[in-house]
């Protein structure tokens, strides 16, 4: 293990073995990803991206899974850096406990690591003002946008610290808009908070405007297609429209079409 | 809801009226009314022996289903066992069971009681048990990610997310309880008003037996409104 990277795979493979003949999700996916870097994970649907985020969080179900190959997460096992709780989730859904007010639901985390509540209380108002959202301290999830509501699962996320923050096409259900927005937000996020970044989306636009380096992956089993490097200074709003942008989005696009799949 | 049950009964005394039915079928609000407040006292003892029998079989039912639930949670194989148990209970009609085990377990007071815990224990227990397991998936690894520790997980995560299940059960059991109740008291009582409309039909005494039907369903919509209050009290996000 390198010393400034977060995360290493090595002919990393994953068997999913409830159904009657197995299958194969991941094949043989090799990639780092070093300290306080954005990277990007796109690919064709179901080409295992999530279960990838799953393995390095631990979180994977291994009563019907099989994962071979090695994972390194801050230089030990995904397990032991589950248990020092070293990873920040972000789903595709904002997963909020709709029983709890806002304040509450960034807090949830703080609660189980058993800090005090002034404690809490200071940092969960403070990442409620990150996210621009401690007006709406005392609201409840159902009262919020959808995009407001990923807002503050991703304060949740940072509430506890984490190295790394994983995110599963966490802008996906968002329109066009919003999801700029978000893109700009989190953008920031990680300017202020330097942490690990590993992102999971749809949208080649997304993963160009947002990471350093982008891993393309092949359709089912998922296997390495490319990594490409993001040579594009940041912010990056002034390039949306540049030459340079467009052609990134072609190289992606090919690469992805050449699986003969629709992303 | 008050407008509504006026209009009901105003529909029910002009039905009576204006069409031929027997009165050995239905009799009118008008004759009924009278009764009731003859025999106020009568009916109330014999209101109290059922109530006692509902609320504690209620109780206890829906709390060891709980309680029972929450234990075999802890264990996949039983817990799936009991899901699929779940679909032959239900297509049983478990009221049957009201009069076998009179049999078995007597007639007083708290025979009775047992009896409707019974019936309400497997309801909750199914429902219960189906609705911790369904809680999966990403709030699941959510917690996994805190490297939450089971009952934490269970406090913070699993029970107030099956709650609007629960509660469905809950009030679902209110009917379960007052139907059982009734039920077993036909089936040999030393009181009740199961047993009170039992002998008052024997006699004919239609106005008495429309009496004690008013009056279980009356405290029985009490019972179930309080529980659909304590539900929105508990579930405001629903
Ligand atoms: N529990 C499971 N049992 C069996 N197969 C599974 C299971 N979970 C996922 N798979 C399969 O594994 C493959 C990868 O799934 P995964 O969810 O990681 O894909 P993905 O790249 O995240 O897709 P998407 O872009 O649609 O989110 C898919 O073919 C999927 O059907
Ligand atoms: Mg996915």
């Known amino acids: 293990m390198q010393k400034n990277n977060s995360i290493e795979l090595k002919e990393l493979s994953i068997l999913y073995n409830d159904l009657k003949i197995g299958l194969e999700a991941v094949s043989k996916v090799s990639f780092d990803v070093k300290n306080g870097e954005f990277i990007s994970i796109v690919g064709p649907s179901g080409c295992g991206k999530s279960t990838i985020l799953k393995v390095i969080s631990d979180t994977l179900d291994l009563s019907y899974s099989e994962t071979r190959g090695d994972v390194k997460v801050l230089g030990s096992s995904p397990k032991k850096a589950r248990e020092q709780r070293k990873i920040g989730f972000v789903f595709q859904k904002p997963t909020l406990l709709q029983w709890r007010n806002l304040e509450k639901n960034v807090s949830l985390p703080l609660e189980i690591i058993g800090l005090n509540k002034a404690e809490i209380k200071k940092r969960v108002k403070k990442l409620l003002k990150m996210v621009e959202l401690e007006k709406y301290a005392s609201y409840h999830p159902d009262q919020l946008s959808g995009g407001m509501q990923q807002k503050v699962s991703i304060a949740r996320a940072l509430a506890y610290d984490p190295e790394i923050l994983l995110m599963d096409e966490p802008f996906g259900a968002l329109d066009e808009i919003n999801r700029r927005k978000m893109n700009d937000e989190l953008l920031s996020v990680w300017k202020e908070t330097g942490k690990t970044i590993v992102f999971v989306t749809h949208s080649i636009e997304e993963a160009i405007y947002l990471s350093e380096r982008i891993i393309v992956l092949t359709k089912q089993p998922g296997r390495i297609k490319k990594i490409i490097n993001v040579d594009l200074p940041y912010p990056r709003k002034k390039e949306l429209g540049s030459m340079k942008f467009y052609k990134y989005i072609n190289q992606i696009r090919s690469l992805l079409e050449n699986e003969e799949e629709i992303v | ?238």
């Not at chain 2, 009916?43 to 029998?53: A, D, H, I, P, V």
């Not at chain 2, 079989?57 to 309680?67: E, S």
């Not at chain 2, 234990?71 to 817990?79: D, G, N, P, R």
């Not at chain 2, 009952?151 to 099956?162: E, Q, R």
Request: net charge positive; aromatic share 16%; proline share 3%.
């Open chain 2, 1 to 238: 809801m008050a407008l509504s049950l006026g209009v009901f009964f105003i529909f029910w005394e002009l039905f009576v009226k204006y069409s031929d039915i027997s009165a050995i079928v239905l009799v009118a609000p008008s004759e009924i009314l009278p009764v009731i407040t003859n025999n106020y006292d009568t009916l109330l003892k014999e209101l109290k022996y059922t109530s006692e029998e509902v609320l504690y079989g209620w109780f206890w039912g829906n709390l060891l289903a709980l309680l029972t639930s929450i234990v075999i949670f802890s264990y996949k194989k039983i817990s799936d066992s009991v899901i699929s148990l779940g679909v032959i209970v239900n297509a049983v009609p478990l009221i049957a069971l009201a009069a076998i085990l009179g049999g078995f377990i007597g007639t007083d007071q708290n025979a009775k009681t047992i009896i409707v815990a019974i019936l309400c224990f497997f309801p909750m227990l199914i429902v219960a048990t189906t609705a911790f397991k369904r809680v999966n998936g990403d709030y699941k690894r959510l917690f996994d990610s805190y490297n939450s520790s089971k009952p934490i997980t269970f406090i913070k995560l699993i029970f107030p997310a099956s709650l609007p299940a629960i509660f469905t059960v809950l009030k679902l059991n209110v009917v379960n309880a007052i139907t059982t109740a009734i039920v077993s008291e036909f089936f040999g009582a030393h009181g009740g008003i199961g047993q009170f409309i039992l002998a008052r039909k024997g006699f004919y005494d239609l106005p008495m037996v429309w009496a004690g039907i008013f009056f279980i369903v009356i405290s029985g919509s009490l019972f179930y409104f309080t529980i659909e209050i304590a539900k929105r009290l508990f579930i405001k996000w629903n």
